[in-house]
């Protein structure tokens, strides 16, 4: 038998987070980390093993962020959790005692059982598994047509990597669009038109039927009957949260399969928490359930958690999930935070939009700069900002992080018209011109059209 105080199952970024928050709010506390992966690696950099980064040791987290803390590592896999002796007992035969137990046991991909020819050579998922990657990276490196079955996130930012082998790559997509989930229409097109001039083919509305091949494919058979030749299929047709561990538990899971939660990401069983891609999040706007999956979102899940283990703390006001997904594509950001216009139709919100083009530098003739575009999206009566979305330079990823806290901290568009920001020339575009405050004001100019025909 062994002992611990704070047992955390999963070394990802939820497990890691939850970790070094529970070692640093309880020094006396012993913390054990209990992880199937000998070594982890950042999952938001997978794509990138493809192509931008020199080998997968590049894309590694350092056990040092654990162990110089004293948090304790222990590779093995949980096979079974005992609630009510508090215990989980693991594949070498450990049983492991604990206090307090927090599950950031991740996702798993999903592979359509519908979906014949999974099993063929060179058919591959996306895994946070560095021995299975670089077998995937092994196998790509020899083949000359790829296609890439899902146009999300990952399957954009896969495509576009694998491209840069000089590979012939091709993004198959059932929706109208990629990132079609995420983002609003013209950001879509955008991020299809910025692919298409790197060299990766894109087919919309176009679902796969069969993966067709003799041991080794040779090809996809589409909705439409026609055949597309490829050496090798990635398939990135999303993630399911991997939740066998509460199976024969009093854990509950919503009918979505995530593991049910409260405002402290404490589950329905006691000493319990769940955060990460296994847990359940509901929409900080609409209060709905929501499926998003992001790494951002499993660390301020680890954080909450671990400052609740042993007392209720102030991190109770968590109201819910701001979604902030963003993306780069040669050179070109893409984000968002919050809702898209269509989520905002398809919820009955009355809302607004203001938008600002401008540069990313000034004066624009200064090196290297970058067409920026924000929109913001409000609500009309109240005026708070409820979403955005923005096209720039490597900046983006923090423009759409400010429209988060905008979003989280119920930021009305007025009171961004005397916010004090910021500026130079090679950082920021000029105060001016500052994207966010000039979408603001047009916001505010249709306001007051609105309020006096009220």
């Known amino acids: 038998m062994e002992r611990t105080d704070i047992l955390v199952l999963g070394g990802g970024v939820a497990g890691i987070v939850a970790a070094t928050t529970a070692k640093r709010c309880n020094a006396q506390k012993d913390v054990l980390v209990l992880r199937k992966e000998e070594r982890v690696i950042i999952p938001c950099g997978i794509p990138y093993i493809m192509g931008s980064l020199r080998n997968i040791e590049e894309d590694d987290v350092p056990d040092s962020v654990l162990t110089d803390m004293g948090i304790r590592i222990k590779v093995d896999e949980a096979l079974f959790i005992d609630e009510k002796s508090k215990m989980v007992k693991t594949k070498d035969g450990t049983d492991i005692s604990y206090e307090k137990l927090i599950l950031a046991t991740g996702s798993e991909p999903i592979i359509p059982r519908w979906l014949e020819g999974t099993d063929l050579q060179n058919v591959c998922t996306i ?21 890439v079955v899902g146009g999300g996130f990952i399957g954009v930012e896969i495509a576009d990597e694998i491209n840069k082998l000089h590979k012939d790559v091709t993004i198959i997509e059932i929706l109208p669009h990629v990132l ?3 983002f609003d229409e013209s950001m879509c097109v955008e991020v299809e038109e910025t ?31 026609e055949t597309l030749e490829a050496d090798a299929v990635v398939l990135s047709m999303g993630y399911r949260p991997n939740t066998q561990l509460t199976e024969n538990t009093n854990i509950q899971v919503n ?10 990401m404490g589950t329905t069983s006691d000493n319990i928490f769940a955060v990460g891609d296994c847990a359940e999040r509901r929409d900080f ?3 709905k359930l929501n499926p998003i ?18 007392n209720i703390n102030t991190i109770k006001e968590h109201l819910g999930t701001v979604a902030i997904f963003s993306t780069s594509i040669g050179g070109k950001g893409f984000g968002i935070a919050g809702i898209t216009e269509n989520q905002a139709k398809e919820g009955n919100i009355d809302y607004m939009i203001g938008t600002f083009e401008g540069v990313d530098r000034h004066p624009a003739t200064l090196a290297e700069p970058h067409k920026q575009i924000v929109k913001l999206i409000v609500s009309r009566d109240s005026g708070i900002v409820i979403g955005g979305e923005a096209i720039g330079g490597l900046s983006t990823g923090e423009l759409v992080n400010s429209i988060g806290l905008l979003i989280q901290n119920r930021t009305n ?8 920001i910021g500026t130079h020339p090679l950082l920021t575009p000029a105060p001016t011109s500052y994207p966010i405050i000039k979408a603001a004001e047009e916001v505010c100019a249709k306001r007051r059209v609105h309020l006096r025909l009220a």
């Open 413 to 420: 568009v007025s009171s961004l018209l005397t916010t004090y």
């Open 255 to 264: 009918e979505m399969g995530f593991i049910k939660t409260n405002e402290f």
């Open 293 to 310: 999956m992001l790494a951002s979102i499993a660390g301020t899940e680890g954080r909450i958690a671990a400052m609740n283990l042993y």
């Open 180 to 182: 079609a989930k995420v």
């Open 285 to 287: 706007i609409t209060g």
């Open 195 to 225: 692919l298409r001039s790197r060299g990766v083919k894109v087919r919309n509305k176009t679902g796969i039927k069969k993966i067709v091949g003799d041991k080794k494919v040779q090809g996809v058979l589409l909705d439409n009957k």
């Open 127 to 147: 895994r946070k598994d560095k021995k299975y990657l670089e077998g995937i990276l092994s196998k790509l490196k020899t083949c000359k047509k790829v296609i």
